[in-house]
Nanobody, 122 residues
């Protein structure tokens, strides 16, 4: 099994940037599909971004497209989420996730981190 630990969250003003990291241990991240999700208070957890391990293709929610970038560094066993032009509505707990299955990258992940809080002030 793979264990995931997120870091890099914090408080930032609207228009600012943050880079989240998700460090994997236990197994090499290169064999997993990876994704980022977020959950705002009182809302359901939602898909943010995903990276396909074989092709490097990336997928984004419409709400973050053009502002967020998912990337992975297999040598460091780490996945990143670069978040630019942040908005107050981006405020949420952000989770990274991984799975072996390569179908439907927008959900059905098996392994989850504990989450990191991102707060964007207006």
């Amino acid at each position: 099994q793979v264990q995931l630990v997120e870091s890099g969250g914090g408080l930032v003003q609207a228009g600012g940037s943050l880079r989240l990291s998700c460090a994997a241990s236990g197994r090499t991240l290169s064999i997993y599909e990876v994704g980022w999700f977020r959950q705002a208070p009182g809302k359901e957890r939602e898909f943010v971004a995903a990276s396909r391990r074989t092709t490097g293709s990336t997928y984004y929610a419409d709400s973050v497209k053009g502002r967020f970038t998912i990337s992975r560094n297999n040598a460091r066993n780490t996945v990143y989420l670069q978040m630019n032009s942040l908005k107050p509505e981006d405020t949420a707990v952000y989770y990274c996730a991984a799975k072996r299955s390569s179908d439907y990258l927008l959900g059905s992940y098996d392994y989850w981190g504990q989450g990191t809080q991102v707060t964007v002030s207006s």
